[in-house]
């Protein structure tokens, strides 16, 4: 009798969580079918998902000590605060510790012999990140939050991943290479350049609706549309790191 009860939410929630996850999951295969040179190890891109997931537990530690900081020395509400906020706070906290978790995992694979690799790795932790964030939303939220984020905070995940898996894979290969200080160097872009573009698609979408409109709509078309390009140029031009 109980079982009956709780059937329909049961169903429903489940409906939800699919909504949150097959978006994630359809990004996924396309990153993973553009690398033509040599596929990835399944198990490697699976603790590469884990470890997007966990990220999302360190950048919410970081990001409630972040704001608590934050709000002890700038008005609330400002905005400087909401800049602030927005591109350091959220947009540094999430995608550095995305970078963290899957350097830990991917940096000294032997898988990690193309170019290419980095966008893989980077696309598919923060699509991992964007899962289990998009579950919670949903769940908290409903349905039309899933149809939304599916269109705009999933692929903007991905997006974010796009960029940070290009610098990433440069840095590699110029580590293999021994050039030490370049490979730092883009290292750094490879969180700063993702944050920035964080920072600019969720300040852009907490703006006014009748701003809002005028801004949002036309940046995150074009985001997506040169991370597509980008995606397809990298994997054309893919190469196996010296």
């Given at each position: 009798m109980f079982y009956y009860l709780i059937e329909p939410i049961l169903v429903?929630?489940?409906?939800?969580?699919?909504?949150?996850?097959?978006?994630?999951?359809?990004?996924?295969?396309?990153?993973?079918?553009?690398?033509?040179?040599?596929?990835?190890?399944?198990?490697?891109?699976?603790?590469?998902?884990?470890?997007?997931?966990?990220?999302?537990?360190?950048?919410m530690i970081e990001e409630r000590i972040g704001q608590w900081i934050l709000s002890s020395f700038v008005k609330e509400n400002t905005q400087l605060y909401n800049i602030l906020l927005y591109f350091v706070v959220v947009a540094i906290s999430e995608e550095s510790s995305k970078y963290l978790m899957m350097k830990k995992y991917s940096w000294n694979s032997p898988d990690f012999n193309c170019q290419y690799d980095g966008v893989v790795y980077a696309t598919f932790t923060s699509l991992g990140f964007a899962l289990w964030e998009n579950i919670n939303y949903v769940l908290s939220y409903g349905f039309s939050t899933a149809i939304v984020r599916a269109i705009t905070a999933i692929p903007g995940h991905a997006c974010f991943g796009v960029f940070m898996g290009i610098f990433y894979g440069i840095a590699k290969k110029y580590h293999n290479r021994n050039h030490n200080f370049l490979s730092g160097i883009f290292r750094f872009f490879s969180i700063f350049v993702p944050a920035l573009l964080h920072g600019g698609y969720d300040y852009i979408a907490t703006l006014q609706d009748t701003q809002k409109a005028w801004y949002f709509v036309p940046f995150v078309a074009v985001l997506f549309v040169v991370s597509y390009c980008v995606v397809n140029k990298s994997a054309k031009k893919d190469r196996y790191i010296d």
């Open positions: 429903y929630n489940w409906i939800l969580v699919l909504a949150a996850v097959i978006p994630a999951v359809i990004l996924m295969i396309k990153v993973y079918k553009s690398d033509h040179i040599e596929k990835e190890s399944p198990r490697l891109l699976r603790k590469l998902i884990i470890a997007g997931i966990l990220s999302t537990l360190i950048a």
